[in-house]
């Protein structure tokens, strides 16, 4: 297969190209200009003329050239990607630590990539669980024991949420419990617990979405797929501390046995929901899991869901949302996306945002009372309500910037892997 050259210039395109062209061409391949740009700058241009040659079916690319450092590498790494895996890139051997990084990046960011972008027929709960477990084990198998929590054995357990939000599919809803502890000792303290929301298939259950709601709704286990896929990297990347992940998985259909307006479930930790909204159900699955992981005493405890559209309309597919109440925590999150050259923004999150989920019928109502309550703040809230010590060590990402319907400039249609860098380094940084 015959390939093309990709080079870069930190000088001016010629004139025939455009004012301000980005992308050139001369008999011997392209050339991406990046001219008076910052760090940041220089990887967005990279990832756009990336994503641009990728969309004009050029299927066979060398980076050349010795300007090529490893974060050049991944921009173009992600730009260049698409669900249809058509196209091959041959990289530049890079110094040993930073080749190390690339393939460590690529088996766990491209892996979360490719599972979001699975149909609901190929990818169910307990199929999700299976593959997260695999990659994983794929990493350390001597440090990674796991155990998976389906179907009636969910009532067993008084995991009532899954349960109830997965029990309308013929698709047994499912929990990971997944243990990795590098050291070996059965009594080592957990540092991080890790809770993902793992919803297969969102049709919105009696709260039906319409038909445009539903077509990207395969990636409602998106927050499921980062968490697995961060600690994958940072397990690369030589994480020497115990990290236990809980996974949340169900189908949220429309069936005689699915759940209703109306219902109440009890929690484990005595805590009564009445559901009011069935489309709702993300946080409904994250309060098992988050239970678990108070359990451990670990003291940090970091979710990750595609939860609202609220955090979607406010910062848009460019961001990820970060709620806490430890606003030390979330400035830390800030500080790890900046880090990871990645796009996170900070909304509001306080303590009388609990008090906006009132029921006349049980404790709390899984959304908020009233006009003019913000979305994301109040599912945010309710998550803490299950959480044992809320204003420390709890860190919640609504991952506004993980998946979009259609391509843009920088990235191809569907799952991005926008995130896991971010988790990955928090994760690091605070273990």
């Not at 239970?291 to 940090?300: F, G, I, N, V």
Request: charged share 20%.
């Amino acid at each position: 297969m015959s390939q093309m050259y990709v080079s870069l210039s930190f000088q001016e395109a010629p004139s025939k190209w455009g004012e301000g062209a980005k992308l050139s061409f001369t008999s011997d391949g392209a050339i991406i200009h990046l001219v008076n740009q910052n760090q940041d700058e220089q990887l967005r241009t990279v990832q756009q003329m990336a994503r641009k040659l990728s969309s004009q079916g050029i299927n066979g690319i060398q980076l050349a050239g010795g300007s090529w450092d490893l974060e050049l590498c991944w921009a173009f790494e992600q730009g260049y990607y698409n669900a249809k895996q058509s196209g091959n890139v041959d990289y530049p051997e890079l110094i040993e630590t930073e080749q190390s990084e690339f393939l460590s990046r690529q088996k766990a960011i491209n892996w979360a990539r490719q599972i979001i972008n699975q149909g609901p027929a190929e990818l169910y709960p307990q199929r999700l669980c299976e593959q997260a477990s695999e990659l994983l084990q794929s990493i350390a198998p001597e440090h990674v024991t796991y155990q998976i929590i389906s179907g009636e054995e969910l009532v067993k357990n008084n995991y009532v949420g899954i349960y109830a939000v997965g029990r309308g599919s013929d698709k047994a809803p499912a929990m990971l419990q997944l243990d990795y502890n590098p050291t070996s000792n059965a009594n080592e303290p957990v540092a991080v617990a890790l809770v993902g929301k793992g919803i297969t298939f969102d049709s919105g259950g009696y709260s039906l979405k319409p038909s445009s709601g539903m077509e990207t709704m395969k990636s409602d286990m998106g927050g499921a797929a980062t968490l697995t896929a961060a600690l994958a990297l940072a397990m690369s990347r030589g994480l020497k501390k115990r990290v236990k992940l809980f996974l949340c998985c169900a189908e949220n259909l429309v069936s005689g046995n699915a759940f209703k307006l109306g219902d109440v479930l009890t929690y484990r930790n005595g805590k009564r929901v009445e559901i009011l909204n069935t489309d709702a159900e993300g946080r409904l699955v994250l309060a098992d899991g988050l239970l678990c992981a108070s359990e451990t005493k670990a003291p940090l405890i970091i979710d990750a869901a595609t939860l609202t559209g609220a955090a979607k309309v406010a910062v848009g597919r460019d961001f990820n949302a970060v709620l806490g109440l430890d606003q030390e925590l979330v400035h830390s999150a800030l500080n790890a996306a900046k880090a990871e050259h990645e796009l996170a923004w900070a909304l509001p999150l306080e303590p009388w945002h609990k008090e906006r989920l009132t029921s006349g019928f049980a404790d709390i109502a899984n959304v908020h009372s009233g006009d003019g309550n913000p979305g994301a703040s109040t599912a945010a809230a309710f998550l803490s309500h299950f959480v044992e010590n809320p204003e420390k060590g709890w860190v919640h990402f609504d991952l506004s910037g993980s998946y979009q319907k259609s391509a843009s400039d920088l990235w191809a249609a569907g799952a991005k892997g926008h995130g896991i860098r971010t988790i990955s380094h928090l994760l690091a940084e605070q273990a």
